[in-house]
């Protein structure tokens, strides 16, 4: 049974492809490149995608679907999909088509899921910010994390660094993050984190493998170094678990905000690819919220909020800083999405 496609879904998947090809990642642009092609030949995924509700670009309905076809791989079903993921044949069409004709139902249930990539690698982006906050204020860090979803970032004091030639963090972890730098090298400091914790709608838990397998379905398929980081960082989180609450952010973040700041501390709120997914009635409450809790900040319990956002047209992810007392808004870098590059600006 073929279906048509609504244009929004159809054009979705082909900025996606052209995306991941501009990312680096050819084989993830060929696989939803041939997901357009052939998302006839699964009728209930076609019905989703066609008929989704809101913003497919904002709901990353491409990763999305990329995500459903890389863990149906690593399953190893159908045979022909995971043949072509281990670069057995380059029959994308065939490899899409009997994917949705035998894992429609697969497809379309995992789509309906939230994105949880969890990526890693931009933890070195916030670290940078931090060590920013840490040399304006000489204050350890008292981290408060937006859609931390495994709260893999909430351990990034335990992650090795090289920013720029910059080293920092835990010199002994296993994860190293070492993206292309451009530009000055930020400022050394520790990062000396006093309390981590972390709120999403939907928490993952690092130590099931339902979570591991999530995770990792998320990863794309032609860039196995993020794959072992994510790994390590998983390994980790299962002996050093982060503190994640399932809760509305909003009305968590303003329970964390109203609690007594201890002074000499800096409270810090950190958000990596979270506004992508708010209306914009969510995203002035935000705004509304940190001002409030801006100005009750002083030199002696400062507030800080470090973002690594797309723009509002998406042409680039931007890392920027506001400092209260001030409000003052620096930007402090240009990024790769998943943080393989820093564009230093400072």
């Known amino acids: 049974m073929n279906m048509i496609v609504q244009p ?26 041939a997901a357009h092609r052939q998302l006839g030949h699964g009728p209930r995924t076609a019905a989703l995608i066609g008929g989704w509700a809101g913003d497919p ?11 459903a076809i890389h863990a149906l791989a690593r399953r190893g079903t159908p045979p022909v999909l995971e043949a072509l993921f281990r670069r057995s044949h380059d029959d994308f069409d065939a490899a899409r088509a ?15 899921g939230p994105t949880q990539t969890n990526e890693v690698g931009r933890a070195a982006a916030l670290a940078a910010a931090l060590m920013v906050v840490r040399r304006a204020t000489g204050m350890p860090a008292e981290l408060l994390e937006v ?40 400022p050394v400091e520790p990062l000396e984190i006093v309390s981590a914790r972390g709120v999403d709608l939907n928490p993952l838990d690092p130590r099931d493998q339902g ?37 509305d952010a909003q009305t968590w973040l303003a329970d964390r905000l109203a609690e007594p700041q201890a002074a000499g501390s800096c409270r810090v709120i950190i958000h990596s690819m979270v506004l992508q997914y708010l209306d914009r009635e969510a995203r002035r409450a935000f705004v509304t919220m ?19 956002e797309w723009d509002r047209p998406r042409r680039e992810v931007r890392l920027a800083l506001t400092s209260w007392p001030g409000g003052s808004t620096q930007l402090l870098a240009l990024c790769h999405p998943y943080g393989d590059w820093i564009d230093w600006r400072m």
């Open 8 to 33: 929004g879904g159809r054009t979705e998947l082909r900025r996606q492809s052209w995306r991941a090809r501009q990312l680096g990642s050819p084989f993830v642009a060929d696989v939803l490149a």
């Open 57 to 67: 670009a904002a709901a990353a309905l491409g990763l999305r679907l990329n995500a």
């Open 98 to 112: 009997a994917a949705f004709e035998t894992e429609d139902r697969f497809i379309a249930n995992w789509m309906r």
């Open 147 to 186: 859609g931390a979803s495994c709260g893999l970032n909430l351990n990034l004091e335990r992650y090795s660094y090289d920013l720029g030639g910059t080293v920092a963090g835990a010199a002994a972890s296993p994860v190293r993050i070492a993206p292309l730098w451009r530009g000055s090298s930020p």
């Open 211 to 247: 979570t591991r397998d999530r995770l990792m379905a998320y990863v794309w398929a032609d860039q196995p170094r993020r794959a072992e980081r994510l790994e390590q960082a998983l390994d980790i989180a299962r002996r050093e678990v982060p503190d994640v609450e399932r809760a």
């Open 290 to 308: 940190f001002r409030a809790a801006g100005r009750r900040a002083c030199a002696e319990r400062p507030l800080a909020r470090i973002a690594f």
